[in-house]
C-alpha cells in the first residue's frame, strides 16, 4: 500500500484524507439518524391516547421519552398546546426546518468529496504524465518500458480518486434520501399534531 501512496505522490496522501473525512462524516450520521429516529405510529398512538384522557402526565413523559427529531416535533407542540391555529401551524413549520437542518449537517462534505476527489485523482495523472514526459525528454532515451511504466504509475491517482468518490456519491445519496424520508415524516407528524390539537378542543386555551 505504501508503495501505491508514494509513486501516487502527495495527491495521493490528499485523496487518503478526504477518504477518511468521508467515511467519518458517513459513520457519524449513520449513528445520528439511528439516535433521531423512532416509530412514528406508536409515538402517535400513544400521545393521542394520553391526550384524549386528558392525563397531562402522560402526555409529557411520552414527549420526552426519546429525543428522536418526531419526539422533539411532539414535546415542542405539548408545550405550547394553549396557542391558535395559525401559531400552532407556524410552529410546527419551524421546528420542522430545525429538525431538518440537524439531519443535513455535515452531509454537504461528502458532496464535495463525491465532487473533488476524482478531479484530483485526473490532476494527479496529469501531473505524473507531464513528469514522466520530462523525464524522458531531458534523458534522451525513449523505451516502451519507460513509457508504460510511467504511465501505469501516473494512473493510481485517478483509480484512487474514482475508488473514494463512488461510494461517498453513493452515501450521499442514501443518506439524502433518508433526510427526505425523515422530513415526510415530520410533516405528517405535525399534521397529526394540528388535528389532534383542534379536535380535542384545546384551540384558544392557554
Not at 12 to 19: D, G, N, Q
Not at 62 to 85: C, D, P, T
Not at 128 to 149: D, K, N, P, R, W
Not at 171 to 176: E, I, K, N, P, R
Amino acid at each position: 500500500m505504501m508503495n501505491y501512496m508514494q509513486a501516487g505522490g502527495a495527491i495521493m496522501w490528499v485523496i487518503a484524507a478526504l477518504s477518511v473525512m468521508a467515511l467519518a462524516v458517513t459513520v457519524e450520521r449513520l449513528l445520528f439518524f439511528r439516535r433521531a429516529s423512532t416509530d412514528p405510529e406508536k409515538l402517535e398512538r400513544s400521545f393521542g391516547k394520553a391526550v384524549a384522557e386528558g392525563d397531562i402526565e402522560a402526555a409529557r413523559t411520552i414527549v420526552k421519552s426519546s429525543g428522536s427529531s418526531l419526539h422533539r416535533l411532539f414535546f415542542a407542540a405539548f408545550a405550547h398546546w394553549g396557542i391558535g391555529r395559525e401559531e400552532m401551524k407556524l410552529l410546527m413549520e419551524q421546528q420542522v426546518r430545525r429538525e431538518i437542518f440537524r439531519w443535513e449537517k455535515h452531509l454537504f462534505i461528502l458532496e464535495i468529496v463525491g465532487k473533488i476527489a476524482p478531479l484530483l485523482g485526473l490532476l494527479g495523472t496529469v501531473l505524473g504524465m507531464v513528469e514522466m514526459f520530462s523525464s524522458l525528454h531531458a534523458g534522451g532515451q525513449i523505451s516502451a518500458t519507460a513509457v508504460t511504466g510511467g504511465i501505469w504509475k501516473a494512473l493510481f491517482t485517478t483509480v484512487a480518486g474514482l475508488t473514494v468518490a463512488i461510494p461517498t456519491i453513493f452515501a450521499h445519496g442514501w443518506l439524502s434520501s433518508r433526510i427526505d424520508d425523515e422530513e415526510e415524516t415530520l410533516n405528517r407528524g405535525a399534521d397529526y399534531l394540528i388535528r389532534e390539537h383542534f379536535a380535542s378542543g384545546d384551540e384558544g386555551r392557554k
